[in-house]
Nanobody, 121 residues
């Protein structure tokens, strides 16, 4: 039983900032990669940012220089700091985690329920 819960979404004006959080809970041995995805109306889901347990990061070209992903391994939590937000950033943002469990060993991806981010004046 593993759950991912996102928080921090909301309505913000262009140029504003938001910080998203995603906390994983349940029977977890370790989490390798954690990432943020988003789905805008009429568009396919896309990767926004990903971070490994070792701290390596990767970002979509559209958010480079504006968004920063980070994680607290002790808390099984990943964050997404979003600055200089644009209307085209409007989407439902989803947390994803690659989770390892033991007794017996297993590994699979889990998804959060999503949090709405709306950038509008």
């Amino acid at each position: 039983q593993v759950q991912l819960v996102e928080s921090g979404g909301g309505l913000v004006q262009p140029g504003g900032s938001l910080r998203l959080s995603c906390a994983a809970s349940g029977s977890i041995f370790s989490i390798s990669a954690m990432g943020w995805y988003r789905r805008a109306p009429g568009k396919q889901r896309e990767l926004v940012a990903v971070i490994t347990s070792g701290g390596n990061t990767n970002y979509a070209d559209s958010v480079k220089g504006r968004f920063t992903i980070s994680r607290d391994n002790a808390k099984n939590t990943v964050y997404l700091q979003m600055n200089s937000l644009k209307p085209e950033d409007t989407a439902v943002y989803y947390c994803n985690a690659d989770v390892v469990r033991v007794g017996p060993v297993s590994r699979r991806n889990y998804w959060g329920q999503g949090t709405q981010v709306t950038v509008s004046s």
